[in-house]
């Protein structure tokens, strides 16, 4: 099993509203990030989780709070977005978090903001 | 700042043709650089480079990693039109926590 789950696949919520994203995975894996992609970019880091703690915050709005309830989930809570938040949210797991192993992402939960 | 460059940014080929993609790099604490494949939602991986010279194939794929020049290819032959795609190259840095993404390579395969 080389899969990571996300859930839902799509979201429209208000500005005023409050929602969570959520990344499931079993492959033992150690590691676990959310990325943003907007269209016709890459995806951009946000958080890391390594060992189900947070090892890197790029400096990501508070409207995000990323959660790690164990090692095979990781949850991204989401509240007052605003309509530029509107991307692509990716999740992806690795092995572990020193570069020796490939990272593997979900499907990803398109997020629109209204 | 890392920062990792990708060549051309789009490309449009026939059938039957050869690909190179080019992918070069500047981070901090190299671990190692990947090639992944994005075509409607999430990425799929494609390859991970850590050392060089060191010629890593899959069927009709295959790169190569330059460690000194810090550059690294994406060879695609006799290319079909499901090989059309976004082609991500990302490093892992600083210690292997972070995944740094080229803006990647649009290839187009026409029939």
């Known amino acids: 099993d080389t899969e990571v789950t996300q859930t839902p696949k799509h979201l429209v919520m208000g500005m005023t509203n409050k929602k969570s994203l959520k990344c499931e995975q079993h492959?033992?894996?150690?590691?676990m990030y959310w990325y943003k992609q907007k269209a016709k970019k890459p995806p951009e880091l946000m958080f890391v989780y390594s060992y189900e703690k947070l090892s890197i915050n790029e400096s990501v709005p508070s409207r995000f709070s990323p959660e790690c309830p164990n090692s095979s989930l990781l949850n991204l809570h989401l509240h007052a977005l605003q309509p530029e938040d509107s991307a692509l949210y990716l999740c992806?797991?690795?092995?572990?978090?020193?570069?020796?192993?490939?990272?593997?992402f979900g499907q990803g939960t398109r997020l629109t903001v209204v | 700042e890392d920062k990792v460059v990708q060549s051309p940014l789009s490309l449009v080929v026939h059938e039957g043709d050869t690909v190179t993609l080019n992918c070069s790099y500047e981070?901090?604490?190299?671990?190692?650089l990947l090639w992944y494949k994005q075509e409607k939602k999430a990425p799929t991986f494609l390859f991970m480079l850590t050392s060089s010279g060191i010629e890593k194939k899959s069927g009709r794929l295959s790169s190569i990693l330059d460690k000194k020049e810090l550059f690294s290819i994406l060879n695609i032959t006799a290319t079909q039109t499901g090989d059309s795609a976004i082609y991500l190259c990302a490093v892992l840095a600083d210690y292997g926590n972070k995944l740094v993404f080229g803006a990647g390579t649009i290839l187009r395969v026409k029939s």
């Open positions: 992806a797991s690795s092995q572990d978090g020193a570069g020796r192993t490939e990272a593997f």
């Open positions: 981070v901090t604490n190299f671990r190692s």
């Open positions: 492959m033992g894996h150690r590691a």
